[in-house]
């Protein structure tokens, strides 16, 4: 995949859920919710504000972050579905 989000946008490929419960059932498909976490896959070049300086992101390609369930835009590149979201959009980075 070859993508460059522009300005202060994201793409993130959401991370996959578990599909079994602590008691081993299987959860189908059409009864699971959209995961709220993925991996940051790339990154634009920051923020222009309004005096025209470009603010870097806070979060760099790698990351782990939590989104909210609607966010974002849905586009599929080379049959893998992502997400393009904007940095205001993610709610938190996961650590650890």
């Known amino acids: 995949m070859n993508i460059r ?15 079994t419960t602590a008691g081993g059932i299987v959860i ?6 959209k ?6 896959i ?3 070049n920051g923020k ?4 025209g300086e470009v603010r870097p992101l806070d979060v760099k390609v790698g990351d782990r972050v939590l989104f909210g369930k609607y966010s974002g835009t849905e586009v599929k590149l080379d049959g893998t579905d992502f997400l393009v979201m904007r940095e205001e959009d ?5 650590e650890g």
């Open 5 to 19: 989000p522009l300005h202060d946008r994201v793409v993130v490929r959401r991370m996959e859920e578990e599909r």
């Open 28 to 33: 189908p498909d059409s009864a699971t919710e």
């Open 35 to 40: 995961p709220i976490q993925g991996e940051i």
């Open 42 to 44: 790339a990154v634009g």
């Open 48 to 51: 222009i504000l309004e005096n």
């Open 90 to 94: 993610i709610m938190g980075v996961v």
